[in-house]
């Protein structure tokens, strides 16, 4: 920090010696020989009128006082400011980089909810334990929100329907897991939070590509994909309208393999037996 005040300190002198110049001149040469610097267009003018009327030294100092005044500049990048990652001497431990203050806590960083962060509470016999409900309500925008991000994030590897055999397994990559078996089925939803934001096996963590609350909307949308794929009739509301998948793929001109099992590709099923 000492070398950007020293910087803006250094303007400071040069433009209060321009100052002292301009003003000797025009006392020292009389009102009909005023001199003007009003930018560069009449840097010319003002020392041809000078050398002109003999004032030969004046005419010196005038040019000297536009050559210092260059650099009078006082742009943000000269200002006295903090640098990250430099020295300072405003602090005894010269460092620029404060800490944290004791007993703070950084804006956006007070998660006073451990499970919508975490995804688990303290169990009985003190290990973490996951729990089979949400944070918060669970409404159709949270599912909208949630099937987005799943399409993007999770289909890649677990398929739009969750049976794990998304584009990625089909070239060849470890199977994912099948969030429609009955494994996946017994999880609690904060199950899968925990999965996304900490990774597991060959899944990495999305920690840093999907928000907290997206996360959970995530879960949501995984419980919802596994209610409708062993939903009955039963399930359906009085009065709503159910449609065939095939009736729909055949109604958006898709084939009607859209609508059956998909079956595990040969270089997938390979690839995990090999491993």
Same mark, same amino acid.
């Given at each position: ?5 020293? *910087?803006?300190?250094?303007?400071? *002198? ?13 006392? +020292? ?61 405003? @602090? ?11 007993? *703070? ?6 998660? %006073?909810?451990?499970? @919508?962060?975490? /995804? ?9 334990? %996951? ?7 669970? *409404? ?7 099937? %987005?991000? @799943? ?20 070239? /060849? ?16 939803? +904060? ?68 609508? %059956? ?15």
């Amino acid at each position: 920090m000492g070398r950007e005040q020293g *910087t803006g300190n250094r303007d400071q *002198t040069t433009c209060s010696i321009l100052a002292v110049i301009l003003s000797e001149a025009q006392r +020292s040469r009389g009102p009909q020989r005023q001199v003007f610097v009003a930018g560069v267009g009449s840097r010319r003018t003002c020392i041809s009128t000078l050398y002109r009327k003999g004032g030969k030294q004046l005419a010196f100092l005038c040019m000297s006082a536009m050559l210092l005044a260059a650099g009078c500049r006082r742009d943000m990048q000269q200002q006295p400011k903090m640098r990250s990652q430099r020295g300072s001497e405003q @602090f005894a431990d010269h460092r620029g980089a404060r800490p944290q203050a004791a007993s *703070t806590v950084a804006r956006g960083q007070l998660r %006073e909810d451990s499970y @919508f962060y975490t /995804g688990v509470v303290p169990g009985a016999d003190g290990y973490r334990e %996951e729990k089979n409900e949400m944070p918060f309500p669970v *409404t159709l925008d949270v599912l909208k929100r949630g099937q %987005e991000r @799943f399409n993007i994030y999770c289909a890649p590897c677990h398929s739009r329907v969750g049976n794990g055999l998304g584009e990625i397994v089909e070239r /060849g990559y470890k199977p994912a897991a099948n969030l429609q078996d009955q494994v996946r089925r017994a999880q609690p939803v +904060s199950h899968y939070y925990y999965v996304m934001t900490h990774g597991y096996n060959a899944m990495p963590d999305y920690a840093a590509q999907i928000a907290p609350v997206d996360r959970w909307g995530v879960a949501a949308y995984i419980r919802a994909l596994q209610l409708s794929q062993e939903a009955a009739m039963e399930d359906v509301p009085a009065g709503a309208a159910v449609r065939s998948l095939k009736e729909i793929a055949r109604e958006k001109h898709l084939a009607e393999s859209f609508a %059956e099992a998909w079956p595990l590709p040969a270089s997938a099923a390979k690839q995990g037996q090999n491993q």
